[in-house]
């Protein structure tokens, strides 16, 4: 009976070693796989890779492309409307007691500030007066976490994330 009993552990300490083995293997929504007829050369591709390098003919009729498969790497781009942003910098970020806001030019009309916390809750409201290059907001009055500044003049508008220590 010892000796069974012995045996089932080993088959089963055995069984769990192997379950441990990971195969790398591609996620993606379309691939394939080919290799041509003498063995020379193979492709494979799969929709969504990353691009790292790209090679193109001097006739630009043959263009290779190469990057990885079953990247480690997300990549989100974002696009921005220059056209509908306030040309500002806020310093320091992460704040303690003071927060800047240093426009580039002064802005015509007023200009509403939103300070909102992580949960979107609207904590303050502050009207910036036309012709205003650089405003402060005291930011002491509030504990330490993420904290979010929108802004907005006329039909431009911008959003940042302040962190106060």
Sequence with gaps: MKSLVTIFYVLLLSAGLNAQDV????????????????????????????????????GGDLILTQGFQQSKLLVTGINLNPEHEIDVILFPNPAKDILNIRFSEPLNGETMIFLSGPDGRLIDTEIIKPGVLVKEINMQKYPAGNYFIRMKNGDKHNVYKIIKL
């Excluded at 993606?28 to 020379?40: H, Q, R, T, V």
């Design 23 to 58: 195969k790398q293997q591609v996620v993606s929504s379309a691939g394939g796989y080919d290799i041509s007829s003498d063995n020379s050369m193979s492709l494979s591709w799969t929709l969504g890779e990353l691009v790292i390098s790209t090679a193109e003919a001097a």
